[in-house]
């Protein structure tokens, strides 16, 4: 059974958050086993449990909050935390989003390997299914397989054929996160982009923090291949660690979004809470 884990030491950075466009703080501190991951947002004074009870799938990003204040984008850094393994820490931030940085998980990655990984002496148990769950529509399918060892999958289906299909996969404990993963940064299409930001709804938004999709070009080429495919498996992961554990299960995605992840967690969390379950080990 794996050991739980906190951050050695603190560790913060400053950027601009995509929708708000204001300066935002985020702090990253070390939390004593069973604490889990918990959020608090310093400029209102409020604090949640990072929980499938305290989260929402908004329309681009997953949201921890109430009915009165929410911080979104906190799936890039749940996927960060995820592949290190961290399940407690106390996470501050001085806005309504975490930000951004680069559009994928490396500033994050490099925040936990500044302030470094320690065991806390005490275990934390895997999900283990022992039957699959299994949601489908005609457009897009997510699974949950039982597996003796963790893994991701991301199958990517675009319309426009300057990006077509993409597949890409991630092994927790073989595969190198800060290499294959975490540079993948998010997309938007220029359509959208151009209509949100006449909204008012992406103030801090730019090339820098996304990769533009313009109806001939991309505004950057990709720094990995596969990168759409890989910055998907990327939100997979750290919509899947709203359940603050590891899952021992084959975790496929195909043409899923937010909103298909939420489900899945949904289902996970309410078999994973009766003893004796028999989707459960």
């Not at 500033?107 to 022992?130: C, F, H, K, T, Y």
């Not at 993948?184 to 006449?198: D, G, K, V």
Request: hydrophobic share 40%.
């Amino acid at each position: 059974m794996p050991r739980r884990k906190t951050l050695a030491q603190s560790v913060s950075r400053t950027a601009t958050g995509v929708q708000s466009g204001l300066a935002i703080g985020l702090a990253l501190h070390p939390a004593g086993p069973g604490t889990g991951l918990q959020l608090r947002r310093t400029d209102v004074g409020k604090h949640w449990p990072i929980s499938p009870q305290t989260a929402a799938a908004g329309p681009v990003s997953t949201i921890i909050g109430d009915d009165h204040h929410q911080v979104a984008f906190i799936e890039h850094l749940l996927g960060a935390l995820a592949a290190a393994g961290i399940t407690d820490a106390f996470i501050e931030v001085s806005g309504p989003e975490i930000p951004l940085f680069e559009g994928g998980a490396v500033a994050l990655w490099q925040m936990i390997l500044e302030a470094g990984v320690q065991e806390l002496d005490s275990n934390i148990a895997p999900l283990v299914l022992s039957e699959p769950v299994i949601l489908s529509t005609t457009d897009c399918f997510i699974a949950a397989i039982p597996s003796e060892t963790p893994a991701y999958y991301y199958l990517f289906a675009s319309d426009p054929p300057l990006i077509g299909y993409q597949w890409a996969s991630f092994v927790p404990g073989r595969d190198d996160f800060g290499a294959q993963i975490a540079p993948a940064r998010t997309f938007i299409a220029y359509e959208e982009a151009r209509t949100a930001q006449l909204a008012g709804k992406l103030k801090g938004g730019s090339e820098d923090n996304a990769i533009v999709i313009y109806p001939d070009r991309l505004s950057e080429t990709p720094a990995l291949p596969q990168t759409f495919a890989r910055h998907k498996l990327l939100d997979l992961m750290g919509d899947l660690y709203l359940l603050g554990r590891p899952i021992q299960a084959h975790i496929i995605g195909s043409r899923s979004g937010h909103q298909q992840n939420h489900q899945l967690v949904q289902r996970l969390a309410k078999i994973s809470q009766p003893e004796g379950n028999p989707a459960l080990r």
